[in-house]
């Protein structure tokens, strides 16, 4: 199976700083990778699909880039409420796998 | 708009069975899947399955073969995921997820409200 690998596990940054983090999938998988937010006590939510593409209503300071097997999701300005743990997945084949989750805290 | 809602929390022996449920709503149930996830306390996500409700296909998880079963009934639009012989392990929070567009199989779209399981003796 495929593995995928979240880098930092977690990370401290100020409000209005850029925050990236990668995943890194151990074998190829074209774009076939999301990311989600879950923020503390709540419900996962997609951020980006296609490795690239946002989904619906959420902030264009969420981005995502990359291919293959290396991948990076960037929040150009931090902001109080995206204290969350994200998680990549894969999803071009079974199983599914989610990375192990980076949390971001303030 | 597009909602997933979930059964009850449960509590379950060792050794028994849970029947989950994930009844959709706004939007045309047999043109998604939808995929099962679940979060130990403190812990990661998992994914486990998805689920065809167009053609009733799954895909499950090689460590869940033979324990869990995923299913859908149109006539009311509801998906239940089955586990069986529970373990203290299988101590978490359950998901139900669509997918997000037709090209994105078994990502999360839209989620439920998610359900507890707690196996305990």
């Known amino acids: 199976d495929i593995q995928m690998t979240q880098s930092p596990s977690s990370l401290s940054a100020s409000v209005g700083d850029r925050v990236t983090i990668t995943c890194r999938a151990s074998?190829?998988?074209?774009?076939?990778l999301a990311w989600y937010q879950q923020q503390p006590g709540k419900v996962p939510k997609l951020l980006i699909y296609?490795?690239?593409t946002l989904q619906s209503g959420v902030p264009s300071r969420f981005s995502g880039s990359g291919s293959g097997t290396d991948f990076t999701l960037t929040i150009s300005s931090l902001q109080p409420e995206d204290v969350a743990t994200y998680y990549c997945?894969?999803?071009?084949?079974?199983?599914?796998?989610f990375g192990q989750g980076t949390k971001v805290e303030i | 708009q597009v909602q997933l809602v979930q059964s009850g929390a449960e509590v379950k022996k060792p050794g028994a069975s849970v029947r989950v449920s994930c009844k959709a709503s706004g939007y045309t149930f047999t043109s998604y899947g939808i995929s099962w996830v679940r979060q130990a306390p403190g812990q990661g996500l998992e994914w486990m399955g998805w689920?065809?409700?167009?053609?009733?296909?799954?895909d499950y998880v090689q460590k869940f073969l033979g324990r869990v079963t995923m299913t859908t009934d149109t006539s009311t639009s509801t998906a239940y995921m089955e586990l069986r012989s529970l373990r203290s392990d299988d101590t978490a929070v359950y998901y139900c997820?669509?997918?997000?567009?037709?090209?994105?199989?078994?990502?999360?779209?839209?989620w439920g409200q998610g359900t507890l399981v707690s196996v305990s003796s």
């Open positions: 296609a490795a690239s």
């Open positions: 074998q190829g998988i074209s774009d076939y």
């Open positions: 997945q894969k999803y071009d084949s079974v199983p599914r796998t």
């Open positions: 689920i065809s409700p167009y053609n009733a296909n799954t």
């Open positions: 997820a669509r997918d997000a567009s037709n090209l994105a199989a078994g990502t999360g779209g839209y």
